[in-house]
């Protein structure tokens, strides 16, 4: 479904991200590990076309040619993200937050049954439609982000640190509903902190370092992976 090849990004001389491959089967879990400054963000930044990679890289979705579409344009093929810090609207409602992320022409029709979803897979966000989004709590407040990306009925749905600065129990929670969008059929591409509990949701991963592909293979493999129990689980190599 997903596809990127001779993947490279550079901020002036600094070489963020060089020649990476990467794929993302049609309803698969996959996860990103790496340091930071790594080039995750990067990666997911590239396929938003939020950043412009180098020439001669390809990302395709479903063999469409995603390079050079514009942000904008980008929710109508079908990918969401969710940035790292949430970017929610903290002076609009929930419900207001939800709306703004189904302004492309795929998710209007699906509107409203897009929105019960959302509510059914957070029911405090059902609770809470008019509360004011910068009110809530940081758990909160990240299922708006979620909320919001969904609106746009995504085939594949990116994520950007998304247990970053929550509570242990609320990351619990919020990757048990990661799970429960994943068998709705939504792919996920899964930058993560925790790379134990990103590990246990996904099928696949890929590891980078320094911006270059150093490894991948499936959660099982790389949990397995003597740079990975080193480097990220707290294990001696």
């Known amino acids: 479904m997903l596809s990127l090849e001779k993947l490279s990004v550079r901020y002036g001389k600094h070489v963020a991200l060089d020649n990476v491959h990467l ?5 698969e879990t996959v996860v990103i590990l790496g340091a930071n400054g790594a ?4 990666l997911l930044k590239a396929v938003s076309g939020l950043v ?5 890289a390809r990302i395709t979705l479903n063999g469409r040619d995603m390079v050079g579409v514009s942000p904008h344009q980008i929710p109508d093929a079908g990918i969401a993200l969710v940035p790292e810090g949430r970017g929610i609207f903290v002076a609009l409602t929930v419900e207001e937050n939800l709306s703004l992320g189904a302004y492309s022409k795929r998710a209007r029709a699906g509107e409203r049954q897009q929105r019960d979803f959302i ?3 957070f029911p405090r966000l059902a609770e809470r439609r008019r509360q004011i989004a910068g009110t809530m709590s940081g758990g909160e407040q990240q299922m708006v982000a979620i909320g919001r990306a969904l609106m746009s009925n995504p085939e594949i749905l990116m994520l950007d640190e998304p247990s970053l600065g929550l509570a242990p129990v609320v990351v619990g929670e919020l990757f048990e509903t ?15 902190q925790n790379v134990k509990i990103s590990l246990d ?6 590891l980078l ?12 493999e790389l949990q397995q992976d003597p740079a990975v129990q080193h480097a990220f689980l707290g294990l001696n190599a």
């Open 201 to 206: 949701l996904a099928s696949r991963g890929y």
């Open 209 to 220: 370092e320094v911006g270059r592909l150093v490894g991948e293979g499936t959660a099982d």
């Open 52 to 56: 412009r990679p180098e020439p001669g």
């Open 23 to 27: 794929r993302v089967d049609k309803g």
């Open 178 to 192: 990661l799970g429960r969008i994943s068998t709705s059929g939504v792919a996920l591409l899964l930058v993560e």
């Open 119 to 121: 509510f059914d897979l």
């Open 39 to 42: 080039g995750k963000s990067s």
